[in-house]
Every structure is written in C-alpha cells, then in structure tokens.
C-alpha cells in the first residue's frame, strides 16, 4: 500500500464550488504539506503543517485552507473554486531530515 | 533571481553516457539539498540528500555540493532510457519551512 495518499485522483469542477482535497499518510511523520504544480513554475508551496496544532501559509495560501484532522490527515479546500486554480495538486509529508514523500497527485480542473 | 535555479533542459544524452544536472541556489542560509525525479503526470520521488560539501554517491548517482559557489549538481552514470525524466532540485535551511524546488531539468537519455 501506497505511504501517502490521496483523494480523489481527479475532479473537474465549476468555477464558484466548494472543493476538498484529501491526503492520508502511513509513514508517521508529523511534517505535511501542500503543494501545486503548474507547467514553467515547479512546485510551490500553499500550506504546512509541522504537528497537528501547528499550520502555517506557504507562499500561495491565497483561497485556499487547510484542516490537520489527526498526524495521518491534512486536507486542502479551495472555499470558491476559481479557474486559475486548475493545477496538479500534491500532498507530502517529510521527516527531520527534511526528505520529502509525495502522494500520487490530484489533478483538478476548474471550469 | 529565482531562489533556485535549473536550466529547463531538454538535456539530450545517448544510453551509456554521464547525466550532468546543475542546480545553483541565493540563500547562502541553506543546509539541506535534495534531488528529486519526477516522470511526466505522476509525483515526485526523492533520488538522493546531500548535507555537506563534497560527493555522495548512491548507486549509478552521484551528488555534489559545493556550498561555497552555491550549486550543487547530480550525475547519472550509464544512463538508461529509463533515467528519461525532470529532476527537481530543492534546497532546505535548517529550522525553516523554507523547502524551495526549482522549476526542474528535463533529461532525455537516447537508446
């Protein structure tokens, strides 16, 4: 089974719409974050999380919001989907040492 | 000046030959580097750390940092078709949340 995960794989939906994004990790780390990916700009940080009382913006929070539910879970909302949000979505979680794990990835499209 | 730098590629090198990646980073603050392979449509895969000056190899993988110059690179020996990728440089200071990509190097290994 895959160490992080996340749900669902894929989803199209409409500009003004209430989205969740979810990510799972088996790997006990206490570190989790949040990217997106867009062509030409690489990754770029939204939110993370240290412990599960501790979250912190990245450099693109911007509508978007996040809830730590337990070590294992951090989700990604976007409170009023927008089409410039239309991204590759990764979830990760990293140890100490700063290696980071990526999840499988959640491509959204805003229509 | 971007935080971390890569050029875009695309890196052409025949099956058998050295992959050579650059990657050169601004904060002279930064103590944690990393080298990430990431196949079209899915995650990225951390390939290797490097903490201190000098080489670690792993394998057919050899990373390099130089903290003086500020670069640090990647070399692939008897590279395969199956090496064809982006690599994503990420650069980490030490305490920070600051985990920087850049935008990646796409490396094409010719049978």
């Known amino acids: 089974d895959a160490d992080v995960t996340q749900t669902p794989r894929n989803r199209i939906t409409k500009t003004g719409k209430r989205i969740m994004l979810e990510c799972s990790q088996t790997?006990?780390?206490?570190?989790m974050y949040w990217y997106r990916q867009d062509p030409g700009l690489g990754l770029r940080l939204i939110y993370y999380s240290f412990d599960v009382k501790d979250i912190n913006k990245g450099e693109i929070s911007d509508g978007y919001s996040v809830s730590r539910q337990a070590q294992a879970k951090f989700s990604l909302s976007l409170e009023s989907a927008i089409p410039n949000q239309t991204a590759l979505y990764f979830c990760?979680?990293?140890?100490?040492?700063?290696?980071?794990?990526f999840g499988p990835g959640t491509r959204l499209t805003v229509t | 000046q971007k935080e971390v730098e890569q050029n875009s590629g695309p890196l052409s090198v025949p099956e058998g030959a050295i992959a050579s990646l650059n990657c050169t980073y601004s904060d002279r603050g930064s103590q944690s580097f990393f080298w990430y392979r990431q196949y079209s449509g899915k995650s990225p895969e951390l390939i290797m750390s490097?903490?201190?000056?000098g080489d670690k190899e792993d394998g057919r993988f050899t990373a390099q940092l130089n903290k003086a110059s500020q670069y640090v690179s990647l070399l692939i020996r008897d590279s395969q078709p199956s090496d064809s990728a982006t690599y994503l440089c990420a650069v980490s200071a030490s305490g920070t949340y600051k985990y920087i990509f850049g935008t990646g190097t796409r490396l094409k290994v010719l049978a």
């Open positions: 790997k006990g780390h206490d570190r």
């Open positions: 490097i903490y201190s000056n």
């Open positions: 990760a979680t990293s140890d100490l040492h700063d290696e980071q794990y």
